[in-house]
């Protein structure tokens, strides 16, 4: 289970509240209260956080520009891609991706397939 810890950045933290309030989806595992002065996301693994924190980016651009909701989601956003465990998943996704890639287009160089053959 990933853990990420949404600091209070504003005058109240983020709570269960504010997700009812404005109607903003849940994380895969839900929110938890840690101590008095932050909240914790929780995912099932560093994906679903990726796929979240883009949900939460969709949803900011539709929100106007002085609001609290918008510098709150702005706020949850930027502690989730800032956290290190989503950045080494990223970058390491986008190496994997990329070699991946470049494998198979090295391979279909040297040994082309026979589909490619009979055209």
């Known amino acids: 289970m990933l853990r ?3 600091p209070p950045t504003g005058p109240t933290r983020v709570t269960s509240n504010y997700f009812r ?3 903003l989806p849940l994380p895969s595992k839900g929110i938890k209260a840690s101590g008095t002065d932050s909240t914790e996301l929780l995912f099932d693994n560093e994906d679903e956080a990726v796929i979240y924190a883009d949900q939460l980016e969709e949803i900011v651009t539709g929100v106007s520009r002085g609001s609290q909701l ?3 989601l702005r ?3 930027t502690a989730i891609r800032n956290d290190d465990s989503i ?3 990223v970058e390491y996704s986008s190496v994997y991706t990329w070699v991946k890639n470049r494998v198979r287009n090295i391979r279909m160089a ?3 397939n026979a589909s490619f053959l009979k055209n």
């Open 75 to 77: 706020d949850m956003v």
């Open 110 to 112: 040297i040994k082309p």
């Open 4 to 6: 990420i810890n949404l």
């Open 87 to 89: 950045r080494n998943y």
């Open 21 to 23: 309030k404005y109607r």
């Open 70 to 72: 918008r510098s709150m």
